[in-house]
């Protein structure tokens, strides 16, 4: 299947400081690109759609300035906790739609884990 | 919006055994179901999806069915294998955006 970059694979930062997250699509273009975020033993829950040259779609609940997203080509997007804070701590996963040639599949990265201290 | 329901959230089976989780959605609308493997620490794997287009789709050793009347539909791996072991998530789409399952940890017993 496809591949989906995400980098870091883990980052421990201290309070206040922000993190910045990679999402590449490597042998696809993705127009779309969605990041997620997964607490210990939880599901995949939505934080925002990632849009190639426009504005990212948050979900409900989600601070947009807190969360930053660009997505300025057809193959990254990146994520940008501002100000972490402990309760940010989290997996983080980016995936990215595959709609080329008839296909829609969504390919995950393979995580970011975020420790604030 | 959509809500997907999965079940069991824990499934021990021996190896050899078949091994199956049904999940079940709410909006009709929803036209992809694709499922998904997780290890630990690591990002979800497609294993294998299904369009509402179709009831049933098979690859070696798993299989998913689609019920559109029922808004169920449920993922069946034969012949387990120890490496099979993980949390595997169901999901519906609708507009290109997923609605997950809440995931069921697969213990594959030697």
């Known amino acids: 299947g496809a591949v989906v970059s995400q980098h870091p694979s883990w980052v421990i930062c201290k309070s206040g400081t922000s993190v910045k997250i990679e999402c590449r699509s490597l042998d696809f273009q993705a127009t779309t690109m969605f990041w997620y975020r997964q607490f210990p033993k939880q599901s995949l829950m939505l934080m925002a759609t990632?849009?190639?040259?426009?504005?990212?779609?948050?979900e409900q609940g989600v601070e947009k300035d807190k969360f930053l997203i660009n997505h300025a080509s057809l193959t990254l997007s990146t994520l940008t906790v501002t100000s972490a804070h402990p309760e940010d701590s989290s997996f983080y996963i980016c995936?990215?739609?595959?709609?080329?040639?008839?296909?829609?599949?969504?390919?995950f990265g393979a995580g970011t884990r975020l420790s604030v201290l | 919006g959509e809500n997907v329901e999965q079940h069991p959230s824990t499934l021990s089976v021996q190896e050899g055994d078949s091994a199956v989780i049904k999940c079940t959605y709410s909006?009709?609308?929803?036209?992809?179901f694709p499922w998904y493997k997780q290890e630990l620490g690591k990002g979800p794997q497609l294993i294998i999806d299904?369009?509402?287009?179709?009831g049933e789709k098979k690859d070696q050793r798993i299989a998913v069915t689609l019920n559109k009347t029922a808004k169920h539909f449920s993922l069946h791996i034969t012949e387990t294998q120890p490496e099979d072991s993980a949390v595997y998530f169901c999901?519906?789409?609708?507009?290109?955006?997923?609605?997950f399952g809440a995931g069921t940890t697969v213990t594959v017993r030697a």
């Open positions: 995936s990215a739609r595959d709609g080329g040639g008839g296909r829609d599949i969504q390919y």
């Open positions: 909006d009709s609308a929803s036209n992809y």
């Open positions: 299904i369009r509402s287009n179709v």
């Open positions: 999901a519906a789409c609708y507009d290109y955006k997923l609605s």
């Open positions: 990632s849009n190639e040259g426009s504005k990212a779609t948050y």
